[in-house]
């Protein structure tokens, strides 16, 4: 029995020891680390894993030690590593789903949002010449409906006339994704990415690990989360790294234009119809001192839009563009600010002709959302987010978006919120060790709509039939979430 006990005692410390040690210090965490906020996914040098830079969750250097790493693989500069992250959160009107609130859009209901695992080599841009790299992640939980490209791990647009229709489901509330699978190219401070990577516009991320909150700003949700192509930086000095690229569209991986068949491009004279090649680029400025950034990224290219329910009615396409301006400031250090505008537009988005003075069928959304940190030792930081999202004419958003995705549930959501949608949360990060980051927070929502909007984006009646909205303005959230990092 001694025997027995020794040994169960040297079993539960290895087990405290694997998800509590701690290295001798915590590392105190800045949100604007060299590689930059908004640069935590624009710098291709570092994506991402220690792209997190965020108060209070234990990221780069100081980061734990990982645990799937192979030493042979390490040998040759490769490296292994995930986490997993598990979360609830709930609204204050009883709806199953908490709006237009995505990733943790589940009310009630405990999501393991995502169990993460990717592997990487890293190309050098130290001015040593030719270098090479690369990187395959896979996201499995309840996030991974949102990261899908057409052609991969999403059906092709021809099936259902709508992105992200998820092709490698368990359920509808599970799957898997594969948001990245890449190669790198360096020479000296000139990097080529080629394949399917995450996007570089905006703030907030789709890795868990690079958030501060666990929910996200609408405009998150209304850029392109992957894309595939080839995207170049060059990198002259410590202050400015410009970017320039080809993609194929918004998550997509290899859906061609419609040009014929279901959902066959009706406006075929448009200019470059047939093609899905778009244009990403731009640049990062950064103080000397490293306390200030701003990142200018747009991207630029035809996209399809529905023409009514039915593929016999065809779909329209058209220039839709995407401007996003990110501007990060370490004031002390302790406090950090960040605030992100963003603005695009779709032509020939089959809307009605009259929609406020636009010309007929084009569609505009544009956001302005703020974040403010403060530190209060290495353990604490607490947050607040501010955002303004306007769908000018309705075009965005579908609710409940998991409904949207499912390949079998096609029609119970609604759409056509025209107006102004607001988003206020607070929140803390608590690190107990570099492993674990606990992510408790408050939220509210309401929408303000244009005259004549009768659908309600919050409360009862979402996703419970054809075209059913809510019947609320507004929404409390409270969630919470877990990160542990292996």
């Known amino acids: 029995m001694t025997a027995y006990r020794r040994r169960l005692a040297a079993v539960v410390t290895l087990l405290t020891g694997l998800l509590l040690a701690e290295p001798a210090e915590l590392v105190a965490q800045d949100p604007v680390q060299s590689s930059g906020s908004p640069g935590r996914m624009l710098d291709l040098e570092s994506v ?125 509330d599970y799957g898997l994704a594969m948001p990245q699978l890449y190669g790198d190219v360096a020479y000296n401070d000139i990097t080529l990415r080629l394949g399917h990577c995450y996007c570089i516009t905006g703030y907030e991320t789709v ?20 894309l595939t192509g080839a995207i170049g930086s060059w990198k002259p000095d410590d202050t400015l790294t410009v970017y320039a690229g080809i993609h194929d ?120 959302a703020q974040w403010v940190f403060w530190k209060f030792n290495d353990r604490w930081t607490g947050g607040v987010r501010l955002e303004y999202f306007r769908d000018n004419n309705g075009y965005l958003f579908y609710l409940p978006f998991r409904n949207v995705a499912e390949a079998n549930n096609p029609g119970y959501y609604a759409s056509g919120f025209a107006g102004n949608f607001w988003d206020l949360t607070v929140g803390l990060n608590y690190r107990p060790t570099r492993r674990w980051v606990l992510r408790p927070e408050l939220r509210y929502d309401w929408f303000s709509p244009n005259t004549g909007v009768t659908a309600r984006p919050y409360g009862r009646g979402l996703g419970q039939g054809i075209g059913t909205s809510g019947d609320r303005l507004g929404q409390f959230y409270a969630g919470c979430d877990a990160v542990f990092r292996f």
């Open 249 to 368: 569209g918004w998550n997509n991986f290899s859906d061609p234009m419609p040009m014929q068949g279901p959902w066959a491009i009706v406006n075929q004279s448009y200019p470059g119809a047939a093609s899905t090649a778009a244009f990403i680029g731009g640049a990062i400025f950064k103080s000397e001192d490293g306390e200030q950034s701003l990142a200018v990224i747009g991207t630029s290219g035809n996209e399809l839009s529905p023409l009514g329910s039915q593929p016999t009615d065809g779909s329209l396409v058209g220039n839709r563009t995407l401007v996003s301006t990110v501007y990060t400031n370490t004031l002390t250090d302790r406090l950090t600010y960040v605030i992100q505008g963003d603005t695009a537009w779709q032509f020939n988005s089959a809307l009605p002709a009259g929609n406020l003075g636009q010309q007929p069928g084009l569609a505009q959304w544009y956001s302005f």
């Open 48 to 172: 991402p894993e220690s792209v997190g830079s965020v108060p209070g969750v234990a990221n780069g250097p100081g980061g734990p030690d990982r645990l799937l790493d192979i030493p042979a693989f390490e040998r040759r500069g490769f490296s292994t590593f995930g986490w997993i992250e598990a979360g609830i959160g709930a609204n204050n009107s009883g709806s199953p789903f908490n709006g237009p609130v995505v990733m943790a859009d589940r009310s009630w209901q405990g999501q393991v949002n995502q169990l993460y695992l990717a592997t990487e080599r890293k190309a050098e841009t130290d001015g040593s010449g030719w270098d090479w790299g690369g990187r395959v992640d896979l996201l499995m939980g309840t996030d991974y409906v949102f990261t899908t490209a057409r052609g991969l791990d999403a059906r092709l647009y021809p099936e259902y006339a709508i992105e992200n229709v998820a092709s490698w489901a368990f359920s509808k």
């Open 207 to 226: 890795p868990a690990i690079s958030n501060f909150f666990y929910t996200h700003v609408y405009s998150m949700m209304y850029q392109p989360f992957t």
